[in-house]
């Protein structure tokens, strides 16, 4: 059974939406405000989510934004009343991966998400940059043929880092992938960056790992 997260402040659409995919065989989860949906994300996972762009406390957006910054990429699709490519886009470049705009119509809705779920199913198992591959299903990682071996913390960062590539992620975000908004001190990523380079660089001609200074880290074959 999939579980969806629904994001959306009119709660007459909500509670049509959620009986309609609950029929469906869906479960589902709800918020009307994007900053209490943040908080859902923190301690549930989700097959998918359908986020409305306009939001009291958190819009849709940046509530997109800040989800796919801490390397979730559970399908997205963005609800909207304007039917306007720039909406479009903005919510494309926040990580979406899907858009409707109102009113819709519910078969749909539910055909999206079946698409969507069973598409990133498919594709979502395997991270390639490169030479470099980390498979999620098993937690391996390799680069030019050869096995690497990663902490839990490493892991994180490196799958985040690969999810986001080649957009660079700053320190904030980073820190948001290990420890959420409690980050333990200065040092701490610093450290866990530097495991991550020797294990996954050092051994090899090139680097994929760049630190721009002032910016962010970015995973990407330059």
Same mark, same amino acid.
């Given at each position: 059974m999939?579980?969806?997260?629904?994001?959306?402040d009119? +709660?007459?659409?909500?509670? /049509?939406? #959620?009986?309609?995919l609950e029929?469906?065989?869906f479960?589902?989860?709800? $918020?009307?405000?994007?900053?209490?949906?943040?908080?859902l @994300?923190q301690?549930?996972t989700?097959?998918?989510?359908v #986020?409305? &762009?306009?939001?009291?406390?958190l819009? !849709?957006i940046t509530l997109?934004?800040?989800?796919?910054a801490?390397g979730n990429n559970?399908p &997205? &699709?963005m609800?909207t009343? +304007?039917?306007?490519?720039?909406?479009? @886009?903005?919510?494309?470049?926040?990580?979406?991966d899907d858009?409707?705009?109102k009113?819709?119509?519910l078969?749909?809705? $539910?055909a999206?998400?079946k698409?969507?779920?069973?598409?990133?199913s498919h594709?979502s /198992?395997? #991270?390639?940059?490169?030479?470099?591959?980390a498979? @999620?299903e098993n937690?391996q990682?390799c680069?030019?043929?050869q =096995?690497i071996?990663?902490s839990p913390?490493?892991w994180?960062?490196?799958?985040a880092?690969?999810?986001?590539?080649?957009?660079?992620?700053?320190r =904030?975000?980073l820190?948001?992938? @290990?420890?959420?908004d409690?980050?333990?001190? %200065?040092?701490?990523?610093? %450290?866990h960056?530097?495991t991550l380079?020797?294990?996954?660089?050092?051994?090899?001609?090139? $680097?994929?790992?760049? /630190?721009?200074?002032?910016v !962010?880290? $970015?995973l990407?074959d330059?």
């Amino acid at each position: 059974m999939m579980l969806i997260l629904l994001v959306e402040d009119n +709660r007459d659409l909500a509670a /049509t939406v #959620l009986d309609y995919l609950e029929l469906q065989g869906f479960d589902c989860d709800y $918020a009307h405000r994007g900053d209490h949906a943040f908080q859902l @994300l923190q301690d549930n996972t989700y097959d998918a989510m359908v #986020l409305d &762009i306009m939001m009291p406390g958190l819009d !849709g957006i940046t509530l997109c934004e800040k989800i796919r910054a801490q390397g979730n990429n559970a399908p &997205i &699709i963005m609800l909207t009343a +304007r039917d306007t490519l720039e909406d479009k @886009l903005s919510g494309f470049e926040a990580g979406a991966d899907d858009y409707l705009v109102k009113p819709f119509d519910l078969p749909e809705l $539910a055909a999206r998400l079946k698409a969507l779920s069973k598409r990133k199913s498919h594709s979502s /198992t395997t #991270l390639t940059v490169a030479d470099l591959e980390a498979h @999620l299903e098993n937690h391996q990682v390799c680069r030019a043929g050869q =096995q690497i071996d990663l902490s839990p913390a490493c892991w994180k960062l490196l799958i985040a880092l690969m999810q986001a590539s080649p957009r660079v992620m700053s320190r =904030q975000e980073l820190e948001n992938v @290990l420890w959420k908004d409690s980050p333990p001190d %200065s040092e701490a990523l610093k %450290s866990h960056m530097y495991t991550l380079r020797k294990l996954v660089d050092k051994p090899f001609d090139k $680097a994929l790992i760049h /630190t721009l200074r002032g910016v !962010g880290v $970015a995973l990407r074959d330059e």
